[in-house]
């Protein structure tokens, strides 16, 4: 973005360090939210309207989770301590990065000084126990709506939003890794996951296909790379399905790891469901990775994974129910060189045309200039 001119300025709502590619992050210190004694009452005498919609929402609907509710009330508050710093130094559009609690801020922003703003809701956003508290007012008055998938576009649309403001735009890679060889010799065959170690990731599904080539004589070496609180429960089922010795729980490792650990793989395995919840994924970034590796993929059909595996073309899709389709797919995967490599190049290809982070940056930077053009409403 500063090489096209633009100037950033970062706040970072909950952690973070103090700068993020060479710009300075201002991180909200949450001691000031005693503040809020004092300061609310202010802004409210400002613009007592504001106040009232907010009350109105807060007794006539109920969040869908203490922690969706409580992510609302920290962006509200961040808006309320740092509304006076914007209107010192008016930005010319306050862009929030997800639909939860910087959606809200952002919105609070525009309602108590007129600041333009735009959002981002993505799968957690949208589909967390039903979705953010407050998603369509947030983002109902926002320039544009940016969503890294189809799906969640599709969802953002049945909320009643405007089509024209509503974009997928894709995450994306700096620069493409090199492109390593087809391993000659697939037997064991080296598969990887990387995921947190929740619900939504399907593991336990995951752990009963191991058992299942185990069953068929499929020899394999497997590693779960991630952390995550259903660890202990997830070791206790490989134990009881026999597949301890041949699946490894790495816990997390950092960036250049995974890339390692993709460097060692024949094919990354995703197995995500829909949660009790209702989160899932959107496009996990470690898919398009493990593409522009050249590592295989095969993933349920369960959310965005299918918009860049295309079945028989970029990579494989089976239901996570029906082990014994993953134990057909992966044992051809480790036999069949031709298929393989016509999979690895379209997959490539994908990657190349899809998830370059550079031109997907440049799209945003265009609505974000479209945005700032655009007559204030």
Request: glycine letters at 8%.
């Amino acid at each position: 973005m500063r090489a096209h001119g633009v100037n950033l300025r970062i706040y970072s709502l909950w952690g973070g360090s103090g700068a993020f590619r060479g710009i300075p992050v201002t991180r909200f210190n949450k001691w000031r939210l005693l503040t809020l004694v004092w300061m609310i009452p202010y802004e409210s005498w400002r613009r007592p309207e504001v106040l009232r919609q907010v009350l109105h929402g807060l007794f006539t609907r109920r969040a869908p989770s203490w922690l969706n509710f409580w992510e609302n009330m920290l962006g509200a508050g961040f808006a309320c301590l740092f509304a006076r710093e914007f209107r010192k130094q008016p930005p010319q559009l306050v862009h929030a990065a997800w639909g939860g609690a910087p959606a809200t801020a952002a919105w609070l922003l525009w309602r108590l000084d007129g600041h333009r703003y735009s959002a981002a809701a993505h799968a957690y956003d949208i589909y967390e126990h039903g979705g953010d508290w407050w998603l369509r007012e947030k983002l109902e008055h926002a320039a544009f709506i940016h969503t890294s998938t189809e799906m969640g576009r599709r969802s953002l649309l049945e909320l009643g939003l405007g089509e024209e403001r509503v974009v997928c735009i894709r995450r994306g890679l700096d620069r493409l890794p090199t492109f390593k060889a087809l391993r000659s010799a697939r037997a064991p065959i080296n598969l990887i996951c990387v995921a947190r170690l929740v619900e939504k990731k399907g593991l336990d599904h995951q752990l009963r296909i191991y058992a299942a080539l185990k069953a068929a004589r499929v020899p394999f070496a497997a590693r779960i790379v991630g952390e995550g609180p259903l660890r202990p429960e997830l070791e206790k089922l490989a134990g009881r399905l026999g597949v301890a010795a041949e699946v490894t729980f790495t816990g997390h490792l950092p960036q250049h790891e995974v890339w390692t650990q993709l460097a060692w793989a024949d094919v990354l395995l995703h197995t995500g469901v829909i949660a009790p919840s209702g989160d899932r994924d959107g496009l996990p970034n470690v898919i398009p990775e493990a593409m522009s590796v050249g590592v295989l993929v095969v993933t349920s059909p369960t959310a965005a994974t299918t918009e860049a595996i295309t079945m028989g073309v970029t990579g494989l899709v089976a239901p996570v129910d029906e082990a014994d389709v993953w134990v057909s797919a992966l044992r051809r995967l480790s036999n069949d060189d031709a298929f393989a490599e016509k999979l690895r190049a379209a997959a490539r290809t994908w990657v190349e045309e899809n998830f370059n982070a550079h031109k997907n940056a440049e799209r945003v930077l265009g609505r974000f200039q479209q945005a700032i053009a655009a007559p204030q409403p």
